[in-house]
């Protein structure tokens, strides 16, 4: 019995390269910038060897397409527009000659916030302009096509410039908060569930769209004041996490929605501190 080959994107950013130690290095093809430098895309193994992919050798290829280029700046509109959208429609010319069965994309909750601001990013569009391309080529193909909406992932190495690793780095250096809005909630979503989530979507046939929402929103200023206290004296202080709410996700996409069980999330926040 043949096996399925497995194309990723966006294997160095937060999710990528945690997702690849779930998957048999042998089965994956990783699709990067270089790998369209010519009129014949190149693949790469995960020591950055050039790969070839034959999909006849396999029962079928699973695409995992997580690259992404992430920013507020209306400065950067061109490097989100050519993450986001040029190098996606080069991947898809890429797959019109492979035996692709599923493609799995991740996308964002923005678009669902309240805050017009947010929702109208270049990368909020650029995402769901994506998507649509995406809805038109699996539907033209014959592919499944599952949807991941992402929002504020947190766990786990993690390098990025979001506020999860800002006050991590700031409660491990002894520095002050670096939340600005003391009120500021957010929707808090371990890494682990997103993974589970894709790697199920990989080894089965479950497609559609995800949201993960869960039942209540965190205050940022509180997570803070929580982590910095277990810091400095090793001991879970349960009555310092403030909670409200989650209504603002209420128009999200309303299939497999998830929740984070709110006891749970202490123990995963001490995680990602001793993480780091």
Known sequence: MKSKGIIITGSTGYLGSKILNLIDENLIFILNRKSFDNNQTKFFDLKNKEKILISENYDG?????????????????EFIHAANIEF?????A???????????????MFSYYPDESIRTLDYTKTKNEFSTELNNFTKKNNILY???FLDNTFGGIDKRKKALPLIVDAV????????????AYINLVSYKDILNRIYKSITTDIYGSTA????????????????NKYNLNKIEENNILQFKPNIYLKNSPSINLFGLKLNDIQKELVNYLNTT
Request: hydrophobic share 35%; no cysteine; aromatic share 8%.
């Open 94 to 108: 890429s797959l019109e000659k492979t035996n692709v069965e599923k493609i799995i994309y991740t996308n964002t």
């Open 172 to 183: 491990l250096n002894q520095k002050p908060s670096p939340i600005k809005d003391e009120q």
């Open 88 to 92: 996606g429609k080069k991947l898809l």
């Open 146 to 148: 599952d949807e991941i």
């Open 212 to 227: 993960f929402v869960n039942e209540k929103r965190i205050n940022l200023q509180s997570v803070y004041e929580f982590l």
């Open 61 to 77: 290829i699973i695409v995992v397409h997580l690259a992404t280029f992430f920013s507020k700046d209306p400065n950067d509109k």
